[in-house]
């Protein structure tokens, strides 16, 4: 009995040194880190959901705008950025094309399941960035947080498929920011866009009305929000004309961040309004 007793003392003892000998080689599968980068891809892949990629480190310029939600940039230069959610492929061409033809630069936000890799690569191809505003385009800050992340990461690959870049910009469908959905925007290495110039065009405005609108809010730094909406495009060049009279550049959003630093409350940008003379 005495002897039996030793020997599984002795066991116990040796047990820890064991574990800690294997530190160097591979774990077994199901207990990976959660991330694992990849020099080939340039990507993170996350164990357990094939595919799960987020971009690699934030370019230097993005790294004081991180885990925070941005309403704009507070610098001196007469500029603006123009973004447009709910984008898909049915009407990525006639949107391209009008911003181009009169001389935008934009971001525009796009629903992944509404999306295709040649809708992408259209619009990367003229100069448009392109953001993420979920797959389906669902309030997602009440998501569970693994569907909160595929909601993501499912249009972040669609997107980097078309244009060959990992989309920094997120934008969550109906500004729904609850915690499971800026986790999941953080956790993809995502900088996450509000807004502080929403004309309304969702509730019909457009013409000279949705320019009234837009124009009488205008101030430099802004984030502007318009929509995929026939009658917004058919207002671009009426757009593009009164921001030009008000020497306002339209810039992306990435552009737009390297300016200045980022502000997270529209009050931040109040003392820039004398840049834009009417």
Same mark, same amino acid.
């Given at each position: 009995?005495?002897?039996?007793?030793?020997?599984?003392?002795?066991?116990?003892?040796?047990?820890?040194?064991?574990?800690?000998?294997?530190?160097?080689?591979?774990?077994?599968?199901?207990?990976?880190?959660?991330?694992?980068?990849?020099?080939?891809?340039?990507?993170?892949?996350?164990?357990?959901?094939?595919?799960?990629?987020?971009?690699?480190?934030?370019?230097?310029?993005?790294?004081?705008?991180?885990?925070?939600?941005?309403?704009?940039?507070?610098?001196?230069?007469?500029?603006?950025?123009?973004?447009?959610?709910?984008?898909?492929?049915?009407?990525?061409?006639?949107?391209?094309?009008?911003?181009?033809?009169?001389?935008?630069?934009?971001?525009?936000?796009?629903?992944?399941?509404?999306?295709?890799?040649?809708?992408?690569?259209?619009?990367?191809?003229?100069?448009?960035?392109?953001?993420?505003?979920?797959?389906?385009?669902?309030?997602?800050?009440?998501?569970?947080?693994?569907?909160?992340?595929?909601?993501?990461?499912?249009?972040?690959?669609?997107?980097?498929?078309?244009?060959?870049?990992?989309?920094?910009?997120?934008?969550?469908?109906?500004?729904?920011?609850?915690?499971?959905?800026?986790?999941?925007?953080?956790?993809?290495?995502?900088?996450?866009?509000?807004?502080?110039?929403?004309?309304?065009?969702?509730?019909?405005?457009?013409? *000279? #009305? $949705?320019?009234? @609108?837009?124009?009488?809010? =205008?101030?430099?730094? !802004?984030?502007?929000? /318009?929509?995929?909406?026939?009658?917004?495009?058919?207002?671009?060049?009426?757009?593009? *004309? #009164? $921001?030009?009279? @008000?020497?306002?550049?339209? =810039?992306?959003?990435? !552009?737009?961040?390297? /300016?200045?630093?980022?502000?997270?409350?529209?009050?931040?940008?109040?003392?820039?309004?004398?840049?834009?003379?009417?």
């Amino acid at each position: 009995m005495r002897d039996t007793l030793l020997v599984l003392f002795a066991t116990l003892l040796l047990l820890p040194i064991g574990c800690s000998s294997s530190a160097g080689s591979k774990p077994p599968t199901a207990d990976k880190a959660a991330a694992e980068w990849r020099s080939d891809t340039g990507t993170y892949t996350v164990s357990g959901s094939p595919g799960h990629t987020r971009r690699p480190e934030v370019p230097d310029w993005a790294i004081p705008y991180e885990k925070k939600l941005i309403v704009g940039v507070v610098t001196d230069r007469p500029a603006v950025a123009l973004t447009i959610d709910d984008v898909g492929a049915k009407e990525m061409k006639p949107l391209v094309d009008a911003l181009v033809a009169n001389g935008l630069r934009a971001t525009l936000f796009c629903v992944g399941s509404e999306m295709t890799t040649e809708a992408a690569t259209y619009a990367a191809a003229n100069g448009i960035e392109l953001a993420n505003h979920s797959w389906e385009h669902k309030p997602i800050g009440w998501f569970r947080p693994a569907a909160a992340n595929e909601q993501i990461m499912r249009t972040n690959r669609l997107l980097h498929a078309g244009t060959g870049e990992w989309p920094i910009w997120y934008r969550a469908p109906f500004q729904n920011y609850q915690s499971n959905g800026m986790k999941a925007a953080v956790n993809a290495g995502m900088l996450v866009a509000g807004v502080s110039n929403d004309p309304l065009d969702y509730h019909g405005y457009k013409g *000279d #009305e $949705l320019v009234k @609108r837009l124009n009488r809010r =205008l101030k430099p730094g !802004q984030i502007i929000l /318009l929509h995929k909406l026939p009658g917004t495009i058919a207002t671009i060049p009426a757009l593009a *004309d #009164e $921001l030009k009279r @008000r020497n306002a550049t339209t =810039l992306t959003l990435s !552009q737009l961040a390297q /300016l200045g630093p980022p502000a997270t409350s529209a009050w931040q940008l109040e003392p820039l309004s004398r840049f834009f003379p009417r």
